[in-house]
């Protein structure tokens, strides 16, 4: 089993930034490759950004690029996302998420593991 846990959510004005943090626990890791995904109110959970865990290859959606970027650190076992720049359309709720078994995971149903979410809205 794996376990992940977000923190670093909550409420900044337009332009500022946040960092979020998914801490992992449990099964080993090294193979996984570890997304963030977010959902806004009415809407599908889109992916964010993803990284493999052994070598830190990443992928971003496009909306972000440029502006968020996804990191790990292996000695933590915690993946982080640094946003900067946001936008209130970046309010959503952001997860965090494991794949264990995708080479290339990019939908919600390639990822095994979620945490339980934390909420950033960005205020314009």
């Known amino acids: 089993q794996v376990q992940l846990v977000e923190s670093g959510g909550g409420l900044v004005q337009a332009g500022g930034s946040l960092r979020l943090s998914c801490a992992a626990s449990?099964?080993?890791?090294?193979?996984?490759?570890m997304g963030w995904f977010r959902q806004a109110p009415g809407k599908e959970r889109e992916f964010v950004a993803r990284i493999t865990w052994r070598v830190g290859i990443t992928d971003y959606a496009d909306s972000v690029k440029g502006r968020f970027t996804i990191s790990r650190d292996n000695a933590k076992n915690t993946v982080y996302l640094q946003m900067n720049s946001l936008k209130p359309e970046d309010t959503a709720v952001y997860y965090c998420a494991a794949s264990t078994t995708s080479s290339a995971p990019y939908y919600p149903k390639q990822y095994d593991y979620w945490g339980q979410g934390t909420q950033v809205t960005v205020s314009s």
């Open positions: 449990g099964r080993t890791f090294s193979s996984y490759i």
